[in-house]
């Protein structure tokens, strides 16, 4: 049987109005289809947020509140067409990529929590960050997206455009499945359960640093893999 990283995988990114996964929404969406073999599909486009985005998150990713209210799909129609698009990724058993899953699973989450859609089971997700934490913990150095890239010898051009940074996460996850056996060679469906125990085990683990350092301590939704929050994603994010 081939093995996760040599079948097909969906690349799932947002940018959005800021960082908070709850209340932020998004700006951009893309969903990467690549099907192991060099083809595949990208769905990406803009999105109209319904409020101003902030100067701090148009910094991040070039996204003005006038060009989103000019180009961008409503926020209702945009869950409707990410989730059809998931939906497929289910049947098909093909697994979600999301690089720090809790931020972009849980934006989507909340995203359909609000359009009234029924939450996802999120079975079948691969999460870079939370594996490669896992297998390389003493590494030193960032591991966000870019630093990742460079760490694994993942080409990354135009950061922050959510079709690029879905793409970018694709191709990491296969190296790494590819690299580190311990995580490559399991089902994505047990990996997915092995990963909500590897990104609870760090939470414990950067807790107990951020006390030590007189740091305000991790929120509980903090220790939460894939989605930050449950209970309908608190109520449909009235939080």
Not at 86 to 110: C, G, H, Q, Y
Not at 140 to 166: F, M, Q, S, T, W
Request: hydrophobic residues 45%; charged residues 25%.
């Amino acid at each position: 049987m081939a093995s996760w990283f040599d079948g097909p995988l969906v690349g799932l990114d947002f940018e959005t109005t800021g960082t908070d996964p709850l209340h932020d929404v998004p700006v951009q969406v893309a969903l990467v289809w690549c099907d192991g073999r060099g083809g595949g599909r990208t769905a990406s486009w803009l999105v109209d947020p319904g409020c101003d985005v902030p100067d701090g998150a148009v910094a991040i990713h070039g996204i003005s509140g006038e060009l989103a209210r000019a180009e961008g799909w409503p926020l209702d129609l945009t869950a409707v067409r990410v989730r059809r698009e998931l939906e497929k990724a289910a049947r098909e058993a093909v697994p979600i990529v999301a690089m720090n899953a809790s931020f972009d699973v849980t934006i989507a989450a909340a995203l359909f929590a609000r359009a009234g859609l029924p939450p996802m089971d999120w079975d079948l997700v691969i999460d870079p960050l939370v594996i490669d934490r896992y297998v390389d913990p003493e590494r030193p150095g960032k591991r966000r997206l870019d630093a990742l890239c460079e760490h694994y010898g993942i080409a990354l051009n135009r950061a922050h455009d959510a079709g690029v940074d879905a793409a970018a996460a694709v191709a990491l996850a296969r190296e790494i499945g590819r690299r580190w056996p311990e995580a490559g060679r399991l089902d994505p469906g047990h990996l997915t359960e092995l990963q909500r125990t590897w990104h609870r085990s760090w939470a414990e683990s950067f807790d107990e640093y951020c006390r030590s350092e007189g740091r305000p301590p991790l929120d509980p939704d903090d220790y939460l893999w894939p989605v930050r929050c449950s209970t309908d994603v608190a109520l449909a994010v009235g939080a």
